[in-house]
């Protein structure tokens, strides 16, 4: 049963790329992602049903947890993408930022590699083996730099070789540090040696007190430094805000709420290890560290960042420094870390996927170039502000209630200095974000459009003032595309929409956000079941 | 035995050598290429105690991919863009050679110290792991072709994979073909990508891939 988890996408992956019927595809897309989440929640009612395979395949609390997140965002991504797949489906459209005309990825390569990319990430969640769960986490990087490619232009291609490259070689420094945990088994001798187990979790754990400590400590900070690579901590985070801004809107959905958890349980899964081997206060301790480096780099770059794809961006990365400072403090920072997973992934995949929908309308990331979306994408505008709030911590939202119990677990374990710091970076970034915020309300056009801008109007010929601006000079093609939409913007108060809010683009967004905030108020029993189980599997 | 395995540990070293010296990319990519086979051969003479058609299954596909397909592959790639030699990298090519020389030191200095228990692991074989797989992540960060960086991918990979060895009756045969795919895969990749980027930019500088960062307000 569990095999089927992750048989069932890859083989409609296989299918899909086969298939050439447009509609066809982005059926088996849909169904797919309905069936997965079924299946998900068949096993999160009865996980007897879904009895390990091995030692190597088994749905632990811990796997659990990140397979559901993952399964039903990528419900939810699924119907987004169908909406985004039919406004994509032209021989070529013109770039939204410099107005070239490019091409994209054939389409059946980009749902294969969405449904590969889903059996990647389910294998990483369930495999109990440190080898299969490097082999997996690397299969997540292949089957996603396609889909960052999907937009056939110089930025995406530029994204995508720092991606590749940047995680490859975070996750082969991770694959050393995989044969320096071997190299640690190497020093157990007796019953608790097997070479059938000798890298699963429950192998490990049970062998533990004999590992040599030196060989693990350096492990763990190997298998710390590559996984968090793909997690997006800082400093190794340079891929992510590239990838993340020129990604289409449900790859990055999915790449933030998806893939940086699954990292993110990577590394969970080394430290229960190094608990299990008494050496979880040097883990916890490396990890709070991090965090915090994480939180402080990511709000010093989104203050004043002009582009809100980039900033929410950013915002995982400060995200990802959250759960390491809530599993450094440890104790009930193990169940605030875990519960915050849930709510970043929620909220984030639904802020990229509204991100989308300005982008789509728009044809700019710069937040101060989206002037009165309250008027013109009234659904798709609210539900972003909602979502702004519930990112940076504002009650009602769930981000909120995990936020404030990784605070109460450091008030707990007396460390002051990380709750200042914690609370001041959190500050931080509600400010920077909000600020943006601010700016896109700001209606209207803007009092003194700069002079580049009233150029290329003049070019456009629909607005004779500004040809007398000073410093006249544009580039070549940029200019045509551009013009007729910078001189309606200087005209007239209402932009030229490309794309309206319609009931498939904000669906998705809407509910998650429900979501979110219903966590926020409630969390249902069984979650609470869950998180404790998982919490539980940590170790001390 | 001990002496074949010493010997091809010490070309091992000495292609870190020849990688971090050459200019010309074709003898980059046959420096690349000579420690695939060699990565290959290794098991076959350090006598694992494994079955001996694991070995040889082993042996064939480290040869087959690493050895033959992947810096063919690389090959193409280099001649549909047309470039031959790497032009000004980062840090020169005596320099290079040098920092070559001290980090053998260090890895040297390190590997002798780290003591495998119970595996009967040659000395030379975690000192030649370590210094194969710097020169591999020094390559990549100190060379601007893009061909050359997934080069330095592959020999670093090379150099973790010749650490595993040391360590690989511990290893499941499904985990060890599992990482030689997703290698594969990865240089396939970005091979794909190469290919891109030389048609979108006509050059394959991946230092002057660089317009995506944060602009300031």
Known sequence: ?540 | MTTWVEGFLVILMLTNLWLLGSSRLLSCIAAVSVQGVLLGLLPLVIGIDVPAWRLILQAGISIGFKGIALPLLLLRAARSVDVRREVEPFVGYSASLLIGVAVLTVSLFIGLRLPIHGGAAPLLLVPAALFTALTGLFIIVSRRSAIVQALGYLAMESGIAAFGLALAEQEPLLIEMGTFLDAFVAIFVMGITIYHISREFDHIDADRLSSLKDSPQ
């Open chain 1, 1 to 540: 049963m569990i095999l089927a988890l992750v048989a069932l996408p890859a083989l409609a992956a296989v299918a899909a790329f086969l298939t050439r019927s447009h509609a066809l595809r982005r059926s088996l897309l849909v169904a797919v992602a309905v069936v997965h989440a079924g299946l998900v929640s068949l096993l999160w009612i009865d996980p007897s049903r879904f009895p390990p395979m091995g030692s190597w395949l088994a749905a632990d609390a811990l796997g659990r947890l990140f397979l559901g997140i993952a399964s039903l965002l990528f419900l939810a991504v699924s119907v987004s993408a169908v909406r985004f797949l039919q406004r994509e489906s032209g021989a070529t459209s013109a770039d939204t930022e410099e107005g070239f005309l490019f091409s994209n990825a054939p389409e059946a390569v980009f749902t294969a590699c969405l449904l590969g990319f889903l059996s990647t990430m389910t294998l990483v969640t369930v495999s109990q083996h440190f080898g299969l769960l490097w082999v997996s986490i690397e299969a997540t990087t292949l089957v996603s730099a396609p889909l960052i490619h999907y937009h056939r232009h110089h930025r995406s291609l530029e994204a995508t070789w720092k991606y590749l490259l940047v995680c490859s070689v975070g996750i082969a420094v991770a694959l050393l540090g995989t044969y320096f945990l071997a190299a640690s088994v190497a020093s157990v001798t007796g019953d608790a040696r097997s070479a059938a187990t000798s890298l699963t979790f429950s192998g490990l754990a049970r062998a533990a007190a004999s590992l040599d400590a030196g060989w693990l400590k350096a492990a763990f900070l190997l298998l710390l430094v590559g996984y968090g690579t793909k997690m997006g901590l800082a400093p190794m985070h340079t891929w992510l805000p590239d990838a993340h801004s020129e990604a289409p809107s449900v790859v990055s959905a999915l790449l933030s709420g998806a893939l940086l958890n699954c990292a993110f349980l990577a590394v969970l899964r080394i430290l229960s290890v190094c608990a299990a081997a008494g050496l979880g206060a040097f883990g916890r301790q490396t990890l709070l560290v991090l965090g915090l480096v994480s939180m402080a780099v990511a709000a010093g770059l989104i203050i004043g960042q002009p582009d809100y794809k980039r900033m929410l961006a950013y915002s995982s990365v400060e995200h990802m420094g959250i759960l390491c400072v809530g599993i450094g403090l440890g104790g009930l920072g193990d169940w605030g870390a875990l519960f915050h997973a849930v709510n970043h992934s929620f909220t984030k995949a639904a802020l990229f996927l509204l991100a989308g929908n300005f982008l789509a309308a728009y044809g700019t990331k710069k937040s101060s170039d989206v002037n009165g979306a309250a008027r013109t994408l009234p659904v798709t505008a609210a539900l972003w502000v909602a979502g702004l709030f519930a990112i940076t911590g504002a009650p009602p939202f769930g981000v909120f209630s995990s936020e404030l119990t990784i605070l109460r677990a450091g008030v707990n374990a007396g460390a002051w200095v990380v709750v200042v710091v914690y609370s001041v970076l959190l500050a931080a970034v509600f400010v920077g974000m909000i600020t943006m915020l601010l700016r896109m309300s700001q209606a209207g056009p803007r009092e003194s459009p700069s002079p580049a801008r009233q150029v290329v109007a003049a070019a456009g010929g629909s607005h004779q003032n500004a040809a007398t601006a000073p410093g006249a000079q544009g580039s070549g093609r940029q200019n045509a595309a551009r013009s007729g939409r910078s001189a309606a913007r200087a005209v007239a108060a209402a932009p030229p929409l490309r794309a309206a809010d319609s009931a498939l683009s904000v669906a998705a967004p809407l509910v998650l956000l429900v979501l979110t905030g219903v966590l926020g108020l409630f969390i249902p029993g069984f979650l609470d079941t869950a998180l404790k189980q998982a919490a539980l599997l940590l170790g001390v």
